[in-house]
């Protein structure tokens, strides 16, 4: 079992940065491959980014390639999003998740990035952009 509390989120105008942590229980961190998450009121839960277990791979929505990064530090159990040249369209709740294994393996894609292929969530935090 593993439990997900994310931090981080707030108000900023756009074109500002935010840095998102996700903080996990569990002393096999290491071995999941950790997703963010979007999700605006009446909408589906849109795929962010994910890096899996080494971070030696990482993988963007083309919404934000290029603005946003992944990383993840597995001696203090955590994964970050960082949010640079912020959108009044990246306004959300942000949802970490966490899938034991990598891409390509128990049923995953490489791209692993539906939410049905995560087993275990956050809570969300919120990040509104201003304009």
């Known amino acids: 079992q593993v439990q997900l509390v994310e931090s981080g989120g707030g108000l900023v105008e756009a074109g500002g940065s935010l840095r998102l942590s996700c903080a996990a229980s569990?002393?096999?961190?290491?071995?999941?491959?950790m997703g963010w998450f979007r999700q605006t009121p009446g909408k589906e839960r849109d795929f962010v980014a994910r890096i899996i277990w080494s971070g030696g791979s990482t993988y963007y929505a083309d919404s934000v390639k290029g603005r946003f990064t992944i990383s993840r530090d597995n001696a203090k159990n955590t994964v970050y999003l960082q949010m640079n040249s912020l959108k009044p369209e990246d306004t959300a709740v942000y949802y970490c998740?966490?899938?034991?294994?990598?891409?390509?393996?128990?049923?995953?894609?490489?791209?692993?990035?539906?939410?049905?292929?995560?087993?275990?969530w956050g809570q969300g935090t919120q990040v509104t952009v201003s304009s």
């Open positions: 569990g002393r096999t961190f290491s071995m999941y491959t």
């Open positions: 998740a966490a899938k034991k294994g990598g891409p390509g393996q128990r049923g995953s894609s490489w791209y692993m990035s539906m939410p049905g292929e995560y087993d275990y």
